[in-house]
């Protein structure tokens, strides 16, 4: 793969965990045990051929409504995870940093969390976003308030209010936005996901459901976006 058509910042919507398990017979649980697997593959993967920003959403503000065993069993898994892979990664060099809404989180998955982002803090090889407690409508709800307020101190200027502030006060400040987003599963839709970043993002869907999407698969998603132009809004010279 030619490294200048790599992607710098991949997002991933990882879905189709509940439907895998139901065609095979299977719990929903055992989808997201399966699906477990193909993030630490797809991690390694991205680390390894170069990517520097890898953003996964794990968990959004709307997968509370889910039934209540399932939730319990996704925060057991996700504390479980966190803490047999974190230093792994830490090894890799991969920075793990949370993004979402801390508010509603149980404080032992907190712990868990600020525990992954502890051990692999200062890590430059490849910057891992887990999109936890997320919504895109939320992080900028939180990003208004906390700029109207410094209009309201007086810090910054109503006509000072750009694009550039604006995505200084979003989780994934200081990152690039993403260029690629893939979702699995077949569904066609964005659920709230990083409305903000994938402004100018190239999407890639697939019907593979999210434990069947392998480094092949992926592979495949970056193929796609190697042979996509990219117009900016501007027109090809
Ligand atoms: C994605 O798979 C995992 C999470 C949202 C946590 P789903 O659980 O949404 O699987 P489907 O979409 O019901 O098949
Ligand atoms: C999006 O998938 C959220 C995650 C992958 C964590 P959902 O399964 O929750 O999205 P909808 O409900 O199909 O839109
Ligand atoms: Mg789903």
């Not at 919507?13 to 630490?40: F, P, Y």
């Not at 939730?71 to 060099?93: D, N, Y």
């Not at 604006?166 to 709230?192: A, C, F, M, V, W």
């Amino acid at each position: 793969m030619d490294k200048d058509q790599l992607p710098r910042h991949v997002a991933i919507i990882m879905d189709g965990n509940g439907r895998w398990a139901k065609a095979r017979g299977m719990s929903r649980t055992q989808g997201h045990l399966e699906g477990v697997k193909r993030v630490e593959e797809i991690i390694k993967s991205a680390r390894d051929i170069g990517i520097k920003f890898l953003t996964i959403y794990a968990f959004s503000t709307e997968n509370w409504s889910r039934p209540q065993d399932e939730v319990s069993m996704i925060m057991r898994t996700f504390i479980m995870v966190l803490g047999q892979k974190a230093r792994e990664l830490s090894e890799k060099g991969v920075r793990i940093n949370f993004i979402g809404r801390r508010q509603g989180v149980p404080t032992e998955v907190l712990n868990a969390m600020d525990e992954a982002a502890r051990v692999t803090m200062n890590k430059t090889t490849m910057v891992l976003n887990i999109a936890f407690n997320y919504g895109a409508r939320a992080e900028i709800v939180d990003a208004i308030k906390t700029i109207a307020s410094q209009v309201r101190e007086g810090k910054i200027e109503v006509d000072g209010i750009d694009e550039k502030i604006i995505s200084s006060h979003l989780y994934t400040k200081g990152q690039p936005d993403p260029d690629l987003l893939i979702r699995t599963s077949g569904e066609e839709r964005i659920s709230n996901f990083l409305l903000w970043q994938l402004s100018y993002a190239e999407l890639y869907f697939t019907d593979k459901c999210w434990p069947e999407f392998n480094e092949e698969e992926f592979f495949k998603a970056l193929a796609s976006f190697a042979q996509r132009e990219r117009r900016w809004g501007s027109v090809k010279v």
